[in-house]
Antibody
């Protein structure tokens, strides 16, 4: 059974940092590109970042470029999102999701809530 | 960036009705559109990819169509378990962009 389990969310002050993790199981993690997608409270879905299957390529939405870093450890089947210089508008539930060519966001985690507030 | 204009924002339907949601892309997306269902408090679920290909486990009452810039998603014979929000996604170009969502309610 495919499982993606996020962790690391919580309440953080503006300007501070937080690192999210996503532990994968039930599929060959190292074969899949992966992504983070977020959803602000009562709002729609927003793609945040993508990393290639081997970690060699990364892509970010403009609003997080230079502040967020996506990475992965294929030996541990784990995806990460380092979030620095957090802003109130980063408050959201963050989901990790799989990305195979032709199979966009087929697998999702349950999400982890990040609240940026003083 | 490709903008996805989704409508309507909400729908109220009776059990057994057919409902249709549309997404219009700001440019040709060559059928690279997917549709997701999200129930309250849950992660989204991929229902349809590449305009009309149903994912394993997606009931046949769900369908998708379209080309170029204009796409639609339909549910025939709406059931109570279909109460959810639905989102389109274009995946032809980065940044990947979602529509704003449609909330389906039962009358």
């Amino acid at each position: 059974e495919v499982q993606l389990v996020e962790s690391g969310g919580g309440l953080v002050q503006p300007g501070r940092s937080l690192k999210l993790s996503c532990a994968a199981s039930g599929f060959t993690f190292s074969d899949y590109n992966m992504a983070w997608v977020r959803q602000a409270p009562k709002k729609g879905l927003e793609w945040v970042a993508t990393i290639s299957y081997d970690g060699s390529s990364t892509y970010y939405r403009d609003s997080v470029k230079g502040r967020f870093t996506i990475s992965r450890d294929n030996a541990k089947s784990t995806l990460y999102l380092q979030m620095d210089s957090l802003r109130s508008e980063d408050t959201a539930t963050y989901y990790c999701a799989s990305l195979l060519p032709g199979y966009p966001f087929a697998y999702w985690g349950q999400g982890t809530l990040v609240t940026v507030s003083s | 960036d490709i903008q996805m204009t989704q409508s309507p924002p909400s729908l109220s339907a009776s059990l057994g009705d057919k409902v249709t949601i549309t997404c219009q892309a700001s440019q040709n997306i060559n059928k690279y559109i997917a549709w997701y269902q999200q129930k309250p408090g849950k992660a989204p679920r991929l229902l349809i990819r590449y305009t009309s290909t149903l994912e394993s486990g997606t009931p046949s009452r769900f369908s998708g169509s379209g080309s170029g810039r204009d796409y639609s998603f339909s549910i025939s014979n709406v059931e109570s378990e279909d109460i959810a929000s639905y989102y389109c996604l274009q995946y032809v170009n980065l940044p990947l962009t979602f529509g704003s969502g449609t909330k389906l309610e039962i009358k």
